[in-house]
């Protein structure tokens, strides 16, 4: 439990609460790209600096710009709403709550966390992509289809259709 | 507090707050901001697990959580191309009025 990893924490904590907390949508995201990158921050931290770099790139670049992106597309100029929160709110706030008790308990009362910290294991971008290319070879295969059926059906579901009936 | 205890409890309040997020907001999108946070806490437990366990140098944690990441790409685009559909069809991102499944 070092400094480093308690200013990380707080700093991911404030971000990602403002992110769901705010009023304003935009600044929803501009709060949760500063709590992305507190994780992507920790993930250094933790020595993985691959997934870290990857987590800045996916989210803080890409999620984050295209969430901005459909909330500058669905913004109404001049909507006044009543309450960001749903009319379920409160429930919704119970259900959270209790989640994070069970939880924090379990994590209080297992005894698999009391491990020591083992010697930094020397994780290259070559040690990364010799396993992706051996031994995960075919998840690596199965993730590129699957990220070339996303992109496509995204853009078969987002397309205007009244573009079709002309 | 050992510190293997301190990042599980940071993912677990960010997945409460991610949580909180996805059942309270209104707005459709900030719904699937949630998931994503809910997602990303995941992944730091990945990570954690990782770096605790007894062969970190097998990169299996790393493997999960790089794939989670792209799977997790692959869902917020599909589910913001939902989120637009929805938005023409109904006019609207708001939940509490989206209360219709037909027309």
Redesign the interface.
């Known amino acids: ?2 400094a480093s ?1 308690l200013i990380l ?1 707080l700093l ?2 404030a971000g ?2 403002a ?2 907390g705010l009023r304003n ?1 935009v600044h ?2 501009l709060a ?1 790209t500063l ?2 990158a507190g ?1 992507a921050a ?2 250094l931290q ?3 600096q ?2 870290g770099l ?2 800045i790139m ?2 803080v670049g ?2 984050a710009i ?2 901005v ?3 500058m ?2 913004h109404k100029p001049g909507q006044a ?1 009543a ?7 409160i ?3 119970v ?3 209790a ?2 008790a069970v ?2 308990w379990a ?2 009362s297992s005894e698999a ?3 020591l ?2 010697p930094q ?3 290259t971008v070559q ?2 992509g010799d ?2 290319m051996h031994r ?1 070879v075919l ?1 690596l295969e199965i ?1 590129g289809l ?2 070339t ?3 496509i ?3 078969v ?2 397309m ?1 259709r009244k573009e079709e009936t002309k | 507090m050992s510190s293997l205890q301190g990042y599980l409890l940071l993912s677990a309040l960010l997945f409460a707050v991610g949580l909180a997020g996805a059942l309270t907001r209104r707005n459709a999108i900030l719904v699937l901001i949630g998931i994503e946070l809910m997602l990303n806490s995941a992944n730091l437990n990945f990570i954690a697990f990782w770096r605790y366990g007894p062969a970190p140098a097998a990169l299996t944690g790393i493997m999960f959580a790089i794939f989670s990441i792209g799977i997790a790409a692959a869902e917020a685009a599909v589910g913001l191309a939902i989120i637009l559909a929805a938005y023409r069809h109904s006019g609207t991102t708001d939940l509490d009025e989206m209360n219709s499944l037909k027309g």
């Open positions: 439990m070092t990893f924490a991911t904590v990602t609460a992110a769901m949508a929803c995201v949760l709590g992305f994780i920790l993930y933790l020595g993985a691959f997934v990857a987590q996916v989210y890409a999620v295209l969430a992106f459909a909330i597309m669905t709403e309450s960001v929160f749903s009319s379920h709110w429930a919704g706030g259900v959270a709550a989640v994070f939880l924090a994590i209080a966390v009391f491990q910290l083992p294991p020397d994780v040690k990364i396993a992706l995960f998840p993730m699957l990220l059926a996303a992109l059906g995204a853009v579901i987002a205007d």
